[in-house]
């Protein structure tokens, strides 16, 4: 069974703070990987994607990939009670010659004032 | 622009009802999916179209058909729907489906069957 796996929280942190949000997955043939965000009674919104080792920056948000431990994470800085959703993590998966997303359970960060 | 646009946003049906969920999209992309998720759960994968051909279903019951008539264009024709099949359905594109697979989701539709 190939999984994505992330704590489901909720994750708190004070505005102003560093969130740090954490993804193991299973499949070591992925190779590309997505952090959506999901607001309540909301869809889905693609905020970050890596394809590499190592980091990617987009503004207050990094995105970490590390292929040998299978582990990607996002680090938001600065957090804002705006950013206080549902943080999905979704990695490809090959199949019928096709690559589709898996997801995790998602991630609730609540950023208090 | 990543817009992809769902309509209706929101749709009550009853159990013997045929109704139509619609996607379209202007980004050029070539794969649209269908998903759902229900309350608390992350997206599940229902079908995939790639060059408006369907190239992948997930053992999806028959009461769900899907098509696409162009490239713009996914429809998900419902009939004979169930309580348990309430849930927000979400349409995605992406520009193929094998290399860049970065999906972009509509805003959904809450379906709800009484």
């Known amino acids: ?13 004070p505005e102003g703070a560093i969130a740090s949000l954490n993804c193991t997955y299973s499949d070591r043939g992925s190779q590309s990987f997505f952090w959506y965000r999901q607001y309540s009674g909301k869809s889905p919104e693609l905020i970050m994607f890596i394809y590499s080792n190592g980091d990617k920056e987009d503004g207050r948000f990094t995105a970490q990939l ?18 206080s959703a549902t943080y ?12 589709t997303l898996t997801f995790g359970k998602g991630t609730m960060l609540l950023v208090s004032p | 622009d990543t817009e992809v646009t769902q ?5 009550v049906m009853g159990m013997t009802n045929k109704k139509s969920l ?6 050029g992309h070539r794969a649209m999916y269908w998903y759902k998720q229900k309350a608390k759960k992350p997206p ?25 008539p162009n490239s713009s264009l996914l429809n998900l024709h419902l009939h004979a729907l169930q309580p348990e099949d309430s849930a927000l359905y979400l ?24």
């Open chain 1, 1 to 13: 069974q190939k999984e994505v796996e992330q704590n489901s929280g909720p994750l708190s942190v």
């Open chain 1, 66 to 83: 590390n292929k040998a431990s299978q582990y990607v994470s996002l680090l938001i800085r600065d957090s804002q009670p705006s950013d």
């Open chain 1, 88 to 99: 999905l993590c979704a990695v490809n998966r090959a199949q019928s010659g096709y690559s």
């Open chain 2, 7 to 11: 309509t209706p946003k929101h749709l």
């Open chain 2, 22 to 27: 619609k996607c379209e999209q202007h980004m």
């Open chain 2, 44 to 68: 599940e994968l229902m079908f995939v179209y790639s060059y408006e051909k369907l190239s992948i279903n997930e053992s999806v019951p028959s009461r769900f058909s899907p098509e696409c």
């Open chain 2, 91 to 114: 349409c995605a594109s992406s520009q193929d489906s094998r290399f860049r697979t970065e999906a972009f989701f509509g805003q959904g539709t809450r379906l709800t069957v009484v």
